[in-house]
């Protein structure tokens, strides 16, 4: 039982360690690296606290060296989803009972062990995994992780405190229930921290959770778990599987404590999930929640007051850090006749610098796409643009996939603002940019709006104020995250909430205390002190 209400420790973003040479943290990741190359990781799932395995067994990869062997995974099928759903029911009276400081010290300890002692292992398994740079892994599977874990506690407290007035005589509370029945968490394989951060945001407001990640992204997910299970997670609270993605839905789109979807992923997986569930909404005890954030076409508009090395710099590491594949990557650009030639050389000098390779060498900017199936279509684009009339290649173009699964990073110059890369998400390296005149620059902007049908993130290079107000206005519903003289990626948690509309998403704004308030179920209690004895009111008297 509680005895007060705790007060955790303020939450502040945790530092990025910059991995330079000679640094402990280089030397602590170049041996947890070469420890997940020299073994073979026997991956399980997590059913109710208990390792599960297989007779089937799915062989891991480094993307950037498809032809090594990480380790294994255990896949499994519908029983194991039933199992799942069934731990997660089992173990719900329990966990929502605990009282919620308690349920948060577990993700307070998560992240001091992701912060020091796990720090290396998850960002090694997403290094290999998914074949992230040092950097590129150090912002994501640590820092922004340990954020989510930190920062959702204090949205949890802040959620908790928000109380209704009172009147004389009565006293009305508000509490936060967990929702009736368990969450089922889908998360995809470009980030660790949305990885755990979908299934623990809703288990921090007491619910249970089925979580099934992408299987390109297992490595680094056996990792969370290892360091939810040492934080003390009871079992049954988070049960992680390892199943097709329809043989899942099969399952858990059917049952009737089915309460809530938390998703990332593609548009096109989102709706058919979406329609799912309508289609059984009879068979469920409640509404489901269903939050997803899901694709980009994100822009970048540049006015001709910009500075051309800022926007230059914005492109290159907006479009082709982790190789494109962020939902918020820059993917297509509009730049202004009177600019573009120092952009384009400008662009082209970083170019030539960018290094493409393995993760273990720590040079190299540029790794390799998660796939073969990603590959293939990312290089169909390429081979498309360089035969259509409508484009010319100014940078990249290049491919290999008979070690990695390598692209180079690619820009696109296109004379049709119309152009299938300047509309359809790619995911991957590949910039389209197209040259207006600066008389035009009005129409780019309703050009902007209504190229694409998603709204994730966006950004403005200019340096009149003028010319900034009026874009921020007239595109604030081309993005749910939108940023001045920046690129359009980089949200931290805490600073930049994140998520989109339109085809991207809920926009329920993950890293803020919005997304948490998907996770409850609010219960209103009136308490009257001296109850009335009489129907009657006082208008109801004789003149």
Known sequence: MSFGFFNALPPVNEPV?????????REALKKALAEFRSQETDIP?????????????????????????LGYFHEGDASHVKQAIEAALSAKEAWANLAWEHRASIFLKAADLIAGPYRARINAATMLGQSKNAYQAEIDSACELI???????????????????SSPGVWNRLEYRPL???????????FTAIAGNLPTSAALMGNTVVWKPAYTQVLSANVIMEALNEAGLPDGVINLIYVDGPIAGDVIFKHP?????????????????????????????????????TGGKDFVMVHESADAD??????VRGAFEYQGQKCSAASRAYVPSTLWPAVEARMKLFLSQIKMGAVEDFTNFVNAVIDERSFKKITAYIDKAQKSEKVTVIAGGNYDGSKGYF??????????????????????????????????????LHVVDTTSPYALTGSIFAKDRQVIEHVSKTLQNAAGNFYINDKPT???VGQQPFGGARASGTNDKAGSALNLYRWVSARTIKETYVSSKSFEYPFLQAE
């Open 45 to 69: 799932m997590y059913i109710g606290g208990q390792e599960v395995r297989t007779e089937n067994k799915l062989r891991i990869s480094p993307p950037h060296d498809h032809q090594h062997t």
């Open 180 to 190: 009736e029945g368990f969450v089922f968490a889908l998360t995809p394989f470009n």
């Open 407 to 444: 692209v180079e990073p690619t820009v696109l110059l296109v004379n049709d603002p119309a152009y299938r890369t300047m509309c359809e998400e790619i995911f991957g390296p590949v910039l389209s940019i197209y040259v207006y005149e600066p008389s035009a620059f009005e129409d780019m």
């Open 17 to 25: 360690k910059e991995y330079r040479p000679g640094s402990s943290e």
């Open 147 to 165: 954020d989510f874990l930190r920062f959702n506690v204090q949205f949890a407290s802040d959620i908790y405190k928000q109380q209704p007035n």
């Open 310 to 315: 800022e926007v230059a710099t914005g492109l």
């Open 490 to 492: 980089g949200a931290v």
């Open 257 to 293: 404590d089915f309460a809530g979807i938390h998703f990332t992923g593609s548009t096109k997986v989102f709706q058919t999930i979406w329609s799912e569930i309508g289609a059984n909404i009879n068979a469920y005890k409640t509404y489901p929640r269903i939050v997803g954030e």
